[in-house]
Nanobody, 120 residues
Framework: QVQLEESGGGLVQAGGSLRLSCAAS????????MGWYLQSPGKQRELVATIASGGLANYADSVKGRFSISRDNAKNTVFLQMNSLKPEDTGVYYC??????????????WGQGTQVTVSS
């Protein structure tokens, strides 16, 4: 069973910064793509950024140049550095980790979510 532990959300003023982290644990063959998704009030969950095990990153257009995703493969942890935050970045950020299980089944798990509130 794979578990995720998220941390780093909070309240910040517009223009400020926050860093989210998500640590994955469990008996798997490999942790593959890791990423962050945002669910804003009244909206569907949407992709913020993902990073492959080799380090290739993908960003939503709305965060390019402001957010940076990285990972520490030795610790199975993914980070999201959020700079120049805007009120529209407000919402619950969910960590998503895709993995290959011991029996070679590819699956994914979601974190519990961490609240980010950006005040204007």
């Amino acid at each position: 069973q794979v578990q995720l532990e998220e941390s780093g959300g909070g309240l910040v003023q517009a223009g400020g910064s926050l860093r989210l982290s998500c640590a994955a644990s469990g008996r798997v063959r490999s942790f593959n793509e890791m990423g962050w998704y945002l669910q804003s009030p009244g909206k569907q969950r949407e992709l913020v950024a993902t990073i492959a095990s080799g380090g290739l990153a993908n960003y939503a257009d709305s965060v390019k140049g402001r957010f940076s995703i990285s990972r520490d493969n030795a610790k199975n942890t993914v980070f999201l550095q959020m700079n120049s935050l805007k009120p529209e970045d407000t919402g619950v950020y969910y960590c998503n980790v895709r993995f290959t299980g011991l029996w070679r089944r590819v699956d994914e798990v979601w974190g519990q979510g961490t609240q980010v509130t950006v005040s204007s």
